[in-house]
T-cell receptor
Framework: NAGVMQNPRHLVRRRGQEARLRCSPM?????VYWYRQLPEEGLKFMVY????????ESGMPKERFSAEFPKEGPSILRIQQVVRGDSAAYFC??????????????FGSGTRLTVV | KNEVEQSPQNLTAQEGEFITINCSYS?????LHWLQQHPGGGIVSLFM???GKKKHGRLIATINIQEKHSSLHITASHPRDSAVYIC??????????FGAGTILRVKS
């Protein structure tokens, strides 16, 4: 029973390139959340998705960032034209229900993005 | 003022000591989580609480809903307990709001 799988674990991109971060939720989990941890800062909510729907994207930067969770396959967090300030650890979590913060909230190991 | 405040920010203890990390929050919550993160590592969920007290091995977590306060205790601390401990609260909209974390170092 694999946990939340994120890949890659480490990603290096040059300024201006695109970064794609993948998250496969736990089996049976249909709710996915992305969080960002900037260097020396706490974790911050980015986006909450359910299959094929964005439920809450209030934490997403207005430009260059997008997220999806298709009917088949992993959730993808996409960052276009990366800048140095995007360097951070990006964590995905999943839950089996809309009451996820009360039950079954599970984190992945994170993707560490470095922009050079 | 942050919605979730943790104290202390940094904590150094000798092996064997009893450790307490505190968390206060100012928003309505559905549940409170205690998480552990090792440097460069993933996030491990230690406890999820909505009332009372939970114990797992040497770790104990308590919550007082009326006072909006939670504590994480580590008994008989060990160097392998060295990590960042993060308090997070579940808020309306099914997302977590995090404290800044407490960096714990246990010396042998």
């Amino acid at each position: 029973n694999a946990g939340v799988m994120q890949n890659p674990r480490h990603l290096v991109r040059r300024r201006g390139q695109e970064a794609r971060l993948r998250c496969s939720p736990m089996k049976g989990h249909s709710h996915v959340y992305w969080y960002r941890q900037l260097p020396e800062e706490g974790l911050k909510f980015m986006v909450y998705l359910q299959k094929e729907n964005i439920i809450d994207e209030s934490g997403m930067p207005k430009e260059r960032f997008s997220a999806e969770f298709p009917k088949e396959g992993p959730s993808i967090l996409r960052i276009q034209q990366v800048v140095r300030g995007d360097s951070a650890a990006y964590f995905c979590a999943s839950s089996p229900s809309a009451w996820g913060t009360n039950y079954g909230y599970t984190f992945g190991s994170g993707t560490r993005l470095t922009v050079v | 003022k942050n919605e979730v405040e943790q104290s202390p920010q940094n904590l150094t203890a000798q092996e064997g000591e009893f450790i307490t990390i505190n968390c206060s929050y100012s928003v309505g919550i559905s549940a409170l989580h205690w998480l552990q993160q090792h440097p460069g590592g993933g996030i491990v969920s230690l406890f999820m609480l909505s009332s009372g007290k939970k114990k797992h091995g040497r770790l104990i977590a308590t919550i007082n809903i009326q006072e909006k306060h939670s504590s994480l205790h580590i008994t008989a601390s060990h160097p392998r307990d060295s990590a960042v401990y993060i308090c997070a609260v579940g808020v309306y909209g099914n997302k977590l709001v995090f404290g800044a974390g407490t960096i714990l170092r246990v010396k042998s």
